[in-house]
Structure formats: structure tokens, C-alpha cells
């Protein structure tokens, strides 16, 4: 079922050629974190946002808007879309924020759409956030799903 999703969304954002990148566990996940996928994280630029939102509004499960999620470490706008038993979240990339629990404060996370590593997964070509953009974020969140990730993009696991 996270095949049919994976293609549903990307094919939306690249039918109406729009940038984004993938990040969180599915990134991981593509670089090789071998553990149930939960969801799939991505970011667009600002600028298409409310585009994607209306392109996919028949699928939101969560309303778009700025969320701000403590237990996970996140600040940022996105809406949340439900494929089949999927959940994705596309978030803007404008005003993100983690919580980084080495200084116990938020601070921000820059999206760099410039620098994407791409990868197959599910015979489906997805731009993913850089390897080293994502394990630095997720050494910042250290929740323990996080360090795992890290181990496993690393090789570790």
C-alpha cells in the first residue's frame, strides 16, 4: 500500500512540476534503516504549497496550517493526506523548526532543495533529502527512532 502512495503523491507533484524532496523515516528507510515505514515526509517550496493542497484535497486527513508537535520535535506547516491506509505529510519549506535536544531549544531547519540524493524505491525514482541533511536533523531530534535511522544510514544496522 506505501508503493501506491509513494507513486500517487509523487506523480502529483511531478505532473504539475513541482520541487520536493522526501525526508524522515522513508529517506531513512531509502538509505537503508531497515524498520516498518510509519508515513511519507515531504517538502515543497512555499510557493507551491496551497498548490499541492488543492491538488490533493479529496485525500486530506489533516487540515493544512502551521503545527507546532513537541513530542516529535517539529514546527512547521504542512497538511497531511491519507492514500489508501498511508499517511503523507507535505510540509512547506518555509519557517521549519526542530527541536534540537542537545541544547534544549528550537532552532531551524534550512530545506536545501539544491542538494538531493536520488534513489529507487518501489521502482519509483524519489528525490531524497541529503544523507548528511538528514542525519544531521535527525541527531538534533535524538528521539530514539532517530539515533536508529543514523546507525542504519551509516551502516551500523
Known amino acids: 500500500m506505501t508503493a501506491e502512495a509513494l507513486k500517487w503523491v509523487t506523480g502529483l507533484l ?22 516498518t ?3 511519507i515526509d515531504i517538502f515543497v517550496p512555499e510557493a507551491n504549497f496551497d498548490q499541492i493542497v488543492s491538488l490533493g484535497k479529496e485525500y486530506i486527513s ?6 507546532i508537535e513537541e513530542s516529535e520535535g517539529w514546527s512547521v506547516k504542512y497538511v497531511q493526506f491519507k492514500y489508501g491506509e498511508t499517511k503523507i505529510e507535505v510540509g512547506s519549506s518555509k519557517d521549519v523548526a526542530i527541536f534540537d ?5 528550537w532552532v531551524a531547519l534550512k530545506v536545501n532543495f539544491s542538494k ?9 525514482d524519489v528525490p531524497l533529502m541529503a544523507k548528511e541533511d538528514l ?14 535511522d543514523i546507525e542504519a544510514i551509516r551502516g551500523g544496522a
Open 14 to 35: 511531478e505532473d504539475n512540476k513541482v520541487t520536493y524532496l522526501v525526508c524522515g523515516g522513508f529517506a531513512a528507510f531509502a538509505y537503508g534503516a531497515k524498520r
Open 37 to 39: 515505514i510509519n508515513d
Open 62 to 67: 489533516k487540515p493544512a496550517r502551521h503545527y
Open 101 to 105: 535536544a542537545s541544547i534544549k531549544e
Open 116 to 124: 538531493l540524493e536520488h534513489r529507487s524505491v518501489f521502482g519509483i
Open 135 to 148: 542525519i544531521h536533523y535527525k541527531k538534533a531530534l535524538a528521539r530514539p527512532v532517530d539515533l536508529h
